[in-house]
T-cell receptor, first 111, second 115 residues
Framework: GENVEQHPSTLSVQEGDSAVIKCTYS??????FPWYKQELGKRPQLIID???NVGEKKDQRIAVTLNKTAKHFSLHITETQPEDSAVYFC??????????WGAGTKLIIKP | GAVVSQHPSWVICKSGTSVKIECRSL??????MFWYRQFPKQSLMLMAT?????????EQGVEKDKFLINHASLTLSTLTVTSAHPEDSSFYIC???????????FGPGTRLTVT
C-alpha cells in the first residue's frame, strides 16, 4: 500500500526566512496531495493541495511543488511569521481515496 | 469551506464507563467519515472508515468491539468508546469527505481523559 515519509520532523527557522518541508510517496497511482497545518490542540486545517496534473501551486506565501517522476512533493513557506509555528502534515490520497499521512513536521519560527 | 462539528469537545470519564462522540457534517452530505486518534506529538492514526448505511472498516489493531462506530445518516457518525481505560485517553478527531474524490474536512476533535 501507499507509504508517505515526511522530513524533517522538526524545523526551526528565523522569522522572515523560508521553510521547506518534503514528503515522498510510494504509490504511483496517488493523485492528490494536501498539506495540513495543525496548531496545538486544534484540528488539522487544509492550507494547500496539489493534484497530479499540476507541478506547482502557489497561494500567497505558501507554495507546493510536485515531482511525479521522483514521487515527492514539498511545501514552501516564504517570509515566515510567528503564526506559522505549528505542526504540518503532508498526505497522499491512494487509489482507494484514503488519505495516507506523513509523520508531521514541527515548524518553529524564531523571533 | 465545509464545516464539520464534533461533540463533546472534551470529556472526562471513569474507567469502565462508555463514552459517545458525535461527528456531524453541517453543510454537506458525507457518505464517508473517518475516525482518527492522535497521541501527543504524533501524527493522526486512522482508526476506522465508515460509510453511511454500512459497517465500518477498521484498521489493523483497532478493536471493533471496543470502538463502536455508527454512520446512520449522511450527516452523522458516532464513535462509542466502550469500557474505557486510561490508555484510551487521547485526542479523537473525525473527518468527513465531500464526495468520493472530494476534500476531507476535520472536526475540532474531542479530548478524552479516562481516570
Amino acid at each position: 500500500g501507499e507509504n508517505v515519509e515526511q522530513h524533517p520532523s522538526t524545523l526551526s527557522v528565523q522569522e522572515g526566512d523560508s521553510a521547506v518541508i518534503k514528503c515522498t510517496y510510494s504509490d504511483s497511482a496517488s493523485n492528490y496531495f494536501p498539506w495540513y497545518k495543525q496548531e496545538l490542540g486544534k484540528r488539522p486545517q487544509l492550507i494547500i493541495d496539489i493534484r497530479s496534473n499540476v507541478g506547482e501551486k502557489k497561494d500567497q506565501r505558501i507554495a507546493v511543488t510536485l515531482n511525479k517522476t521522483a514521487k515527492h512533493f514539498s511545501l514552501h513557506i516564504t517570509e515566515t511569521q510567528p503564526e506559522d509555528s505549528a505542526v504540518y502534515f503532508c498526505a497522499s490520497r491512494d487509489s482507494n481515496y484514503q488519505l495516507i499521512w506523513g509523520a508531521g513536521t514541527k515548524l518553529i519560527i524564531k523571533p | 469551506g465545509a464545516v464539520v462539528s464534533q461533540h463533546p469537545s472534551w470529556v472526562i470519564c471513569k474507567s469502565g464507563t462508555s463514552v459517545k462522540i458525535e461527528c456531524r457534517s453541517l453543510d454537506f452530505q458525507a457518505t464517508t467519515m473517518f475516525w482518527y486518534r492522535q497521541f501527543p506529538k504524533q501524527s493522526l492514526m486512522l482508526m476506522a472508515t465508515s460509510n453511511e448505511g454500512s459497517k465500518a472498516t477498521y484498521e489493523q489493531g483497532v478493536e471493533k468491539d471496543k470502538f463502536l462506530i455508527n454512520h446512520a445518516s449522511l450527516t452523522l457518525s458516532t464513535l462509542t468508546v466502550t469500557s474505557a481505560h486510561p490508555e484510551d485517553s487521547s485526542f479523537y478527531i473525525c473527518s468527513a469527505r465531500d464526495g468520493v474524490a472530494g476534500e476531507q474536512y476535520f472536526g475540532p476533535g474531542t479530548r478524552l481523559t479516562v481516570t
